[in-house]
């Protein structure tokens, strides 16, 4: 399997079966009036996001999905079987978007979130609703509704509350590797990055968050050069931008130029990308030529903050300490941390989450 952030399939919800039209036959009833039942609704399509899925690659292979006709309606007022519908599972950050009009049907950003992206059709009804006084013997019934037939497109951002976005080679595999269980390929030749990566950072009870290591990104990435225009809108969806900057380049005037190489590329992509909040860290200071450039580069960055050997690990703690940190305030300040997200088992049962303002009041 491979990582594929992107396809498109067609999707056929299934047809509602037909009323039927009979008429109660019993010995000793006589006239016993309609009794044809209804037909069954027929299957929907619906996609739900999965947490732990993280490309559309088992979508793509489907690329046709069908769902079940609802059955027949019979005698006897007996209601036709509804028809199955089918579940198509994609990873949490999927965006559907109906491939015809390019319109945004949904965006699943959540684990179980759930869209019916093609309704089944109604079944159709029954003579038995169509007697009346003046007509007691209806032969008439309809037919099952034809389901929604449509074609969309499938795009995943994923979600993470870190980017880390740099020139080839700047050490962000290995910073990732440091810090999470993720295992990405570390070589030192560019694009040893091909696909983005995902790691959890865990610092203790209740104070993780996941980071995403990009493909390095090469002036121009922007308007397609390299790798970086596929995957730069993955990190559209992050709360912070952590660039990584390989200080033991000879030159300090390169170093310089590669972080504008840099800022140019995210403003260029998208205005989104360029509000992001954006860390500065210089990498590789266990190296002397690396603690040389800190030393004659410090005054013109102003916004460096960071200095970190991810190889060794120095330093690296602290920054995630700051990085926890900004991700909570964000987090505070958009309302996400107004409900308590774990749930509480207690003896079989589970408990819905509560607000805070809950919890206080239960306090006093």
């Known amino acids: 399997m491979y990582f594929l952030d992107e396809t498109a399939i067609e999707v056929y919800a299934g047809k509602g079966g037909n009323g039927c039209s009979s008429f109660r036959r019993e010995k000793f009833v006589p006239k016993g009036g309609p009794d044809g039942g209804d037909g069954g609704k027929g299957g929907d399509i619906t996609i739900i996001a999965d947490e732990n ?23 006897s007022q007996k209601t036709g079987k509804n028809g199955k519908g089918v579940t198509i599972m994609v990873p949490v950050g999927t965006m559907i ?18 869209f019916v992206v093609a309704q089944g059709g109604a079944g159709g009804k029954g003579n038995k609703h169509f007697a009346t006084a003046l007509n007691q013997t209806p032969k008439e019934c309809t037919p099952g509704e034809p389901g929604e037939i449509k074609q969309i497109k499938l795009e995943l951002k994923m979600i993470a509350d870190v980017g880390l976005v740099g020139l080839p080679n700047a050490g962000k595999s290995t910073f990732l590797s440091q810090i999470s269980a993720a295992t990405p390929k570390i070589a030192d030749y560019p694009f040893t990055t091909l696909v983005p990566q995902l790691g959890i950072v865990s610092l203790g009870l209740n104070r993780s968050f996941v980071v995403a290591d990009l493909p390095g990104l090469i002036e121009g990435a922007s308007e397609g050069a390299g ?72 005054k013109k ?32 300040a958009s309302g996400e941390n107004n409900v308590v997200r774990e749930k509480i088992k207690v003896k079989g049962l589970t408990l819905k989450p509560r607000t805070n303002s809950q919890r206080k009041n239960n306090e006093s």
């Open 227 to 298: 790798l970086g225009d596929r995957f730069l809108k993955h990190i559209e969806r992050t709360r912070i931008i952590l660039h990584i900057v390989d200080f033991s380049i000879e030159k300090p005037e390169e170093i310089l130029k590669n972080i504008e190489i840099i800022d140019k590329e995210l403003h260029a992509f998208s205005q989104t990308l360029a509000e992001k909040t954006k860390i500065l860290v210089a990498n590789k200071i266990d190296i002397p030529e690396a603690q040389e450039n800190l030393k004659n580069l410090k």
């Open 301 to 332: 960055l102003s916004n460096l903050r960071y200095e970190i050997s991810a190889a060794t690990g120095l330093n690296v703690k602290n920054l995630l300490e700051v990085l926890e940190k900004e991700i909570r305030k964000q987090k505070t």
């Open 97 to 114: 978007f109906d491939a015809e009009t390019n319109l945004l049907l949904r965006d699943l950003t959540k684990h179980e979130e759930s």
């Open 53 to 75: 899925l993280t490309t559309l690659y088992d979508v793509h292979l489907r690329r046709i999905v069908k769902a079940k006709n609802g059955q027949d309606g019979t005698s």
